[in-house]
């Protein structure tokens, strides 16, 4: 038996979570200051959001074969902007996904990631994108935990109304 779960599902899901997310980062400003990494690359949650956003940006600039953006040029200490460029970014994400041919999204391209090639199909850096993001909500959550405050919600596959 064949089980799949499509980039659409999995697209609805990480949709539900950003939502769940923004509403609630707006209404408590202050944890996108919460600490995540310190000392690293993305000390905080606002610094670890900008991270999730641009890399799909990238990833997004890599499946058109296009030059890659550096920065978000944003913060990372204010909601709106930063989930505005997410939102942004996502509907980009999903013009390509419906773009997308079968045949192409199954080719062996080679992508460049830390001056490293990877052989990979489209099909596989775009869930890539959706598994990077996932795994970084889970990040946000432990650290807003940590910093003393309860995340939105049921954040599981299980609970999302984007799979049956």
């Given at each position: 038996?064949?089980?799949?779960?499509?980039?659409?599902?999995?697209?609805?899901?990480?949709?539900?979570?950003?939502?769940?997310?923004?509403?609630?980062?707006?209404?408590?400003?202050a944890?996108?200051?919460?600490?995540?990494?310190?000392?690293?690359?993305?000390?905080?949650?606002?610094?670890?959001?900008?991270?999730?956003?641009?890399?799909?940006?990238?990833?997004?600039?890599?499946l058109?074969?296009?030059p890659?953006?550096?920065?978000?040029?944003?913060?990372?200490?204010?909601?709106?902007?930063?989930f505005?460029?997410?939102a942004?970014?996502?509907?980009?994400?999903?013009?390509?996904?419906?773009?997308l041919?079968?045949d192409?999204?199954?080719?062996?391209?080679?992508f460049?990631?830390?001056?490293?090639q990877?052989?990979?199909?489209?099909?596989?850096?775009?869930?890539?994108?959706?598994?990077?993001?996932?795994?970084?909500?889970?990040?946000?959550?432990?650290?807003?935990?940590i910093?003393?405050?309860?995340p939105?919600?049921?954040?599981?596959?299980?609970?999302?109304?984007?799979?049956?």
């Amino acid at each position: 038996m064949l089980l799949q779960l499509s980039i659409d599902e999995l697209l609805k899901y990480s949709a539900e979570e950003r939502d769940k997310w923004r509403r609630w980062l707006a209404a408590n400003p202050a944890a996108l200051e919460a600490a995540v990494q310190p000392g690293e690359r993305h000390q905080t949650v606002g610094k670890l959001i900008d991270h999730i956003f641009l890399v799909e940006r990238r990833h997004l600039q890599r499946l058109h074969g296009a030059p890659l953006s550096t920065t978000t040029g944003l913060t990372g200490l204010n909601v709106a902007p930063l989930f505005d460029y997410g939102a942004s970014v996502r509907r980009e994400l999903e013009q390509y996904v419906k773009s997308l041919d079968g045949d192409e999204a199954d080719q062996i391209r080679t992508f460049e990631v830390r001056e490293q090639q990877w052989p990979m199909t489209p099909r596989k850096l775009l869930f890539h994108i959706l598994l990077h993001e996932i795994r970084h909500w889970a990040q946000v959550a432990l650290a807003v935990r940590i910093a003393g405050l309860e995340p939105p919600g049921d954040h599981d596959l299980f609970f999302s109304r984007a799979v049956r």
